[in-house]
């Protein structure tokens, strides 16, 4: 069975780091890209970024209002995928959501997801 | 970016209806790279529909998605209990996924 754990959210102060892990099982993880979304308080669904498999470069792409500031990574050996989230804002306040990319065919597996408050 | 437009905002029907939504982008999608997921409260999103037409694993055959090129449709031939809930599109066949604002199917 698929399965994709967040962890690491919490309360954090504007301008401070956070790192999500979204724990994989169930499937070869280093096959597939995978990819980070959020959902602020009430609102829509927003894509944050995703990395692609090895056998695609590894490369990443970001959201334009988080580039150069979050950065995607993965651990294939540990079926981990990392979002490095810094200098955040106010306004990264939302649940974010780790997923498998299964290609053409979408994005198929979510994780249940985890908040992240900045606040002062 | 490629902008996507969902309506109506809100659709009120009730249980056994067909429910209708619409989805239109602001350019032409990639290789009808155009998904469809449901989500309810406090859970996260499920895939219904992928390549604008295919449904995921495990989707009940009441849910289909048609179109090409800049308008899509979802279509829930006869509404259940369970199927009340927000439904979003989304595009991914350009490197910058987007989502469309959602339509709220609820209770009439």
């Known amino acids: 069975e698929v399965q994709l754990v967040e962890s690491g959210g919490g309360l954090v102060k504007p301008g401070r780091s956070l790192r999500l892990s979204c724990t994989a099982s169930g499937f070869t993880f280093g096959d597939y890209a995978m990819s980070w979304f959020r959902q602020a308080p009430g609102k829509g669904l927003e894509w944050v970024g995703f990395i692609r498999s090895k056998a695609y470069g590894g490369t990443t792409e970001y959201a334009a209002s988080v580039k150069g500031r979050f950065t995607i990574s993965r651990d294939d050996s540990k079926s981990i995928a990392y979002l490095q989230m810094n200098s955040l804002k106010t306004e990264d306040t939302a649940v974010y959501y780790c997923?498998?990319?299964?290609?053409?065919?979408?994005?198929?597996?979510w994780g249940q997801g985890t908040l992240v408050t900045v606040s002062s | 970016e490629i902008v996507l437009t969902q309506s109506p905002g809100t659709l009120s029907l009730s249980p056994g209806e067909r429910a209708t939504l619409s989805c239109r982008a602001s350019q032409s999608v990639s290789s009808s790279y155009l998904a469809w997921y449901q989500q309810k409260p406090g859970q996260a999103p499920r895939l219904l529909i992928y390549g604008a037409s295919s449904r995921a694993t495990g989707i009940p055959d009441r849910f289909s998605g048609s179109g090409s090129g800049t308008d899509f449709t979802l279509t829930i031939s006869r509404l259940e209990p369970e199927d009340f809930a927000v439904y979003y599109c989304q595009q991914y066949g350009s490197s910058r996924i987007t989502f469309g604002p959602g339509t709220k199917v609820d209770i009439k």
């Open positions: 997923t498998r990319w299964y290609g053409d065919y979408g994005f198929d597996y």
